[in-house]
């Protein structure tokens, strides 16, 4: 489909026109595939998850390629970001003993969701790539295998299941309850929940930004130019939020990477 029918939106359509408000839909997350090769199609939001993993690796490169005493601007701001992981969200989670193994992972998994959130505001992309349930989920699975195998090479196979599970002999009768809904919880709700959180997020967001944008340019027609206005500055205060928005989900998603990890290492669920 084209960029036309991704919007579904018609150039001429105004308020006080015989056409109504072309409200924005499933539709707008769909769009035509930019090349087949052997039947796989590579679309758009593929093209910028490639384009935000080039742009990570060619940041942190000339970042740190060659670091000086005396940082220069781009090493300065690597460093603070690396840092603000590494520092505020492992060293807190899982401690800096067991977590220093795991700081480039959550780094790069921090900003890897981070510029999939950013896409949505940037002129051209406009998109927010984790608005598609699938780039969530690849992400939350990845987790979720590691917080498994790190689970069961502590612990061990018994001492795994015992983990997962919220093993606590004191428990008595109510044992096997809980045992069962940590299992739920655990293995089944807590990666869905992961992947959700991020996905409906961005879905939302980007969703409430369309459509304001599409009701600003409905509304610029005759007495609708005043209504139009609103719904522009509507516009702008979503962005502005989306931004905010947009660092809280890839602060929240590493967050619960670690309490996953921090949960795998210790001694007790």
């Given at each position: 489909?084209s960029?036309?029918?991704?919007?579904?939106?018609?150039?001429?359509?105004?308020?006080?026109?015989?056409?109504?408000?072309?409200?924005?839909?499933?539709?707008?997350?769909?769009?035509e595939?930019?090349?087949?090769?052997?039947?796989?199609?590579?679309?758009?939001?593929?093209?910028?998850?490639?384009l935000?993993?080039?742009?990570?690796v060619?940041f942190?490169?000339?970042a740190?390629a060659?670091?000086?005493?005396?940082?220069?601007?781009?090493?300065?701001?690597?460093?603070?970001?690396?840092?603000?992981?590494?520092?505020?969200?492992?060293y807190?989670?899982?401690g800096?003993?067991?977590?220093?193994?795991?700081v480039?992972?959550?780094?790069?998994?921090?900003?890897?969701?981070?510029?999939?959130?950013?896409?949505?505001?940037?002129?051209?992309?406009?998109f927010?790539?984790t608005?598609?349930?699938?780039?969530?989920a690849?992400?939350?699975?990845?987790?979720?295998?590691?917080?498994?195998s790190?689970?069961?090479?502590?612990?061990g196979?018994?001492?795994?299941?015992?983990?997962?599970?919220?093993?606590?002999?004191?428990?008595?009768?109510?044992?096997?309850?809980?045992?069962?809904?940590?299992?739920l919880?655990?293995?089944?709700?807590?990666?869905?929940?992961?992947?959700v959180?991020?996905?409906?997020?961005?879905?939302?967001?980007?969703?409430?930004?369309?459509?304001?944008?599409?009701?600003?340019?409905?509304?610029?027609?005759?007495?609708?130019?005043?209504?139009?206005?609103?719904s522009?500055?509507?516009?702008?205060?979503?962005?502005?939020?989306?931004?905010?928005?947009?660092?809280?989900?890839?602060?929240?998603?590493v967050?619960?990477?670690?309490?996953?990890?921090?949960?795998?290492?210790?001694?007790?669920?």
């Amino acid at each position: 489909m084209s960029a036309d029918q991704t919007l579904a939106f018609d150039p001429s359509c105004h308020i006080f026109t015989p056409c109504g408000f072309p409200a924005p839909g499933l539709h707008t997350f769909m769009y035509e595939p930019i090349a087949t090769v052997a039947g796989f199609e590579f679309t758009k939001p593929m093209l910028l998850a490639l384009l935000g993993s080039i742009a990570i690796v060619v940041f942190f490169w000339a970042a740190f390629a060659k670091p000086k005493l005396v940082p220069g601007k781009v090493q300065m701001i690597g460093e603070a970001g690396y840092d603000f992981v590494r520092r505020g969200i492992v060293y807190e989670i899982i401690g800096k003993k067991d977590g220093e193994k795991y700081v480039p992972f959550m780094v790069s998994l921090f900003f890897f969701v981070w510029i999939l959130n950013l896409w949505s505001i940037i002129p051209l992309a406009q998109f927010p790539v984790t608005s598609l349930i699938a780039f969530p989920a690849g992400l939350a699975l990845v987790v979720y295998v590691m917080w498994v195998s790190l689970t069961f090479k502590k612990h061990g196979f018994v001492g795994g299941w015992k983990n997962i599970l919220g093993y606590d002999k004191n428990l008595g009768p109510i044992l096997p309850m809980v045992m069962a809904l940590e299992f739920l919880s655990n293995l089944i709700i807590r990666p869905f929940t992961h992947a959700v959180r991020l996905f409906a997020n961005m879905f939302a967001g980007h969703m409430l930004i369309v459509m304001f944008s599409l009701a600003t340019w409905y509304l610029m027609n005759g007495f609708g130019f005043v209504y139009a206005g609103a719904s522009f500055v509507m516009v702008v205060a979503m962005t502005a939020f989306e931004l905010f928005i947009q660092a809280v989900q890839a602060y929240v998603f590493v967050l619960l990477a670690c309490s996953y990890v921090q949960g795998a290492l210790s001694e007790h669920h």
